[in-house]
């Protein structure tokens, strides 16, 4: 009665589309959830990201939950996430994929989860950093464990994520840090992100994370830009 209520004077929209939301939908309308564009990597076991690091990571899995345009429905869902305050989506998302995951063998020996991390500047402007409800999604959806202090960003950079591959600059190559633990010697992690462009972000981190022993490394994001 209450949660009608609420409805009634305070009506919830469509954090895609921005269409007023129905009483039995949640974060985004009945229509949107059929209809952004799913990558479906996982299912199918496509190469797509793995691609995008050839050379350069060897990866065990790597899945996106959305395809990323400019100005379509995934790109107005993560400016919500990341810039207006909706910081639930990010754990809605990693429910969502989570699903997904939760039921392939290759993603069941996933033993740690690890957000790529903010500067502390940032996360004290925006309040949150927008990937840590998306990785305790997962993690929970895999029964892993979720550990945002192993990775660490020590210099804060300005965004680059429409920046190409060869204009990128170079400072975030060295913009984090890990700390090595020796618990996560020999584990399979799993490195989380928002959305992947050229790779240079989610690059770093993952060559900072492969200084710990041993380690199995995938990824998974919730968007990759086409």
């Given amino acids: 009665m209450l ?14 589309c921005d269409n007023e ?27 797509a990201i793995k691609k995008v690091f050839y050379g350069r990571l060897n990866l065990e899995e790597a899945t996106a ?6 100005k379509g429905p995934v790109q107005e869902l993560l400016h919500n996430l990341k810039y207006r305050g909706h910081k639930n989506i990010s754990n809605f998302l990693g429910n969502w994929l989570g699903a997904d995951l939760a039921i392939l063998d290759n993603y069941k020996e996933i033993d740690c989860i690890v957000p790529v991390p903010i500067h502390p500047k940032k996360k004290k402007t925006r309040g949150y950093n927008q990937v840590a409800g998306f990785g305790k999604a997962l993690a929970t959806s895999l029964t892993a464990t979720y550990r945002d202090d192993v990775l660490i960003k020590s210099k ?5 994520v429409f920046k190409g591959r060869f204009t990128r600059s170079d400072e975030i190559l060295d913009a984090f840090t890990v700390a090595i633990d020796n618990s996560l010697e020999g584990k399979h992690i799993l490195l989380c992100d928002d959305i992947l462009t050229t790779g240079a972000t989610l690059e770093a981190c993952a060559l900072q994370l492969l200084e710990i022993p041993n380690i199995k490394l995938s990824i998974a994001v919730m968007a990759i830009a086409q």
């Fill in 65 to 70: 939950l959305f395809y990323f345009e400019k």
């Fill in 21 to 47: 939301l129905l009483e039995a939908e949640n974060m985004i309308c009945t229509q949107c959830r059929h209809t952004l564009p799913l990558t479906d990597f996982h299912r199918y076991n496509d190469p």
């Fill in 3 to 16: 949660q009608s209520l609420r409805s009634l004077f305070f009506p919830e929209s469509c954090k895609s």
């Fill in 156 to 160: 804060n950079t300005k965004t680059q």
